[in-house]
């Protein structure tokens, strides 16, 4: 629907502004609130619901509750299944580990043997081959 108006008040900081300033709404118009206002919303949302919102994320993406999640950390005495460096320890929450092509839960990672296991491609004979390299050249230190 379009607006016969170039300017519009928001209802949050009550700024008359350009109509790019907002968002659509659908088969409505134009959201009520700035962009800016909005974006500001959001992320008092997020901040306020992190929780909730990485339940969201794990739902969405692995097909896992937080239930799931939690019973998964309580199952590896709250560390990393790899390095086994403790939640307590960590600035984010593990990661959840999965097979990339059936999408399969493996387990929860600390962020650095999350991306050092995906940058070997998930491939154990490498990670095996870089583990022999690691202790060739650790006689030489």
């Known amino acids: 629907m379009k607006t016969k108006y170039k300017t519009f008040v928001c209802t949050k900081c009550h700024k008359r502004q350009p109509i790019a300033n907002f968002y659509t709404n659908g088969v409505q118009g134009l959201r009520p609130d700035c962009k800016i206002c ?38 590896q005495k709250y560390g990393c299944a790899i390095c086994n460096q403790k939640t307590s320890n960590l600035i984010r929450r593990l990661s959840v580990d999965h097979n990339h092509k059936t999408n399969k839960l493996r387990g929860l990672l600390c962020t650095s043997c999350n991306r050092g296991i995906g940058y070997f491609n ?20």
Request: charged content about 30%; glycine content about 4%.
């Open 38 to 75: 909005n974006m500001k919303q959001t992320k008092n949302w997020a901040k306020k619901n992190a929780h909730k919102r990485h339940g969201y994320w794990i739902k969405s993406r692995f097909g896992i509750t937080t239930e799931q999640y939690a019973l998964q950390l309580q199952i």
């Open 122 to 141: 998930d491939n154990p004979v490498l990670l095996k081959k870089a583990a022999k390299y690691l202790e060739i050249y650790k006689k030489c230190d």
